[in-house]
């Protein structure tokens, strides 16, 4: 079974541009989650879905960051514009229940750096 | 506001011996504990979890503990073995979110 795939694997940018991150869940999950991960915070929640639709969008930073899911098999995260405190690794996870019970599955993760 | 604390960032152990990694939380409703693993290049996969109804859960060489009157908890790997090194982060489910604490890094010395 194919696991969480993320793209790109690494993106390097320079500050301004646009950068779009992009997820494909496990096949029958209904709870898609973005996380990043940096140093000083360990992972982050920015925001959940839940049947491609955003549950809880309070950990998305700044307005530049943007989230959509349009179907159940793909997900992507925005932002316009991007700065260099926005480099870390981002992951995609999803979960077949979202409850106590359930274990999350990320993806290999996107690292970012913007310049 | 980390409901979630790891206070060991790195943790060095010499093969054979036992790593004892720790967690606290904050957050009394928390009533389900996970571990998961990361390796370099890799997402975090699943490990270990406990109920708050227990107080240990053990598979294989991982055992995690589970104080509540505390709010803490470890997990035992005995004996570590060089493959053991990775990034260890605890996570606790409330509702359908997940909260992570900043990991500890476990390096085995061979």
């Known amino acids: 079974d194919a696991g969480v795939i993320q793209s790109p694997r690494h993106e390097v940018t320079e500050m301004g541009q646009e950068v779009t991150l992009r997820c494909k869940p496990i096949?029958?999950?209904?709870?898609l989650f973005w996380y990043r991960q940096t140093m000083m915070r360990g992972l982050e929640l920015l925001i959940y879905f839940n049947n491609n639709v955003p549950i809880d969008d309070s950990g998305m930073p700044e307005d530049r960051f943007s989230a959509k899911m349009p179907n159940a098999s793909f997900s992507t995260l925005k932002i316009q514009p991007s700065e260099p405190r926005d480099s870390a690794v981002y992951f995609c996870a999803s979960s077949p229940s979202g409850r106590a019970a359930g274990e999350l599955f990320f993806g290999e993760g996107s690292r970012l750096t913007v310049l | 506001d980390q409901q979630v604390k790891q206070n060991s960032p790195s943790l060095s152990v010499q093969e054979g011996r036992i790593s004892i990694l720790n967690c606290d939380y904050t957050n009394s409703m928390f009533d389900y504990f996970l571990w998961y693993k990361k390796y370099p290049a890799e997402g975090p996969t699943f490990l270990i979890s406990i109920s708050s109804i227990k107080d240990k859960n053990e598979d294989g060489r991982f055992t995690v503990f589970l104080n509540k009157s505390a709010k803490h908890l470890s997990l035992h790997i005995v004996p570590s073995q060089p493959g053991d090194s990775a990034v260890y982060f605890c996570?606790?489910?409330?509702?359908?979110?997940?909260?992570f604490g900043t990991g500890t890094s476990l390096t085995v010395i061979p």
């Open positions: 096949s029958g999950h209904d709870y």
């Open positions: 996570a606790a489910p409330k509702g359908n979110q997940f909260y």
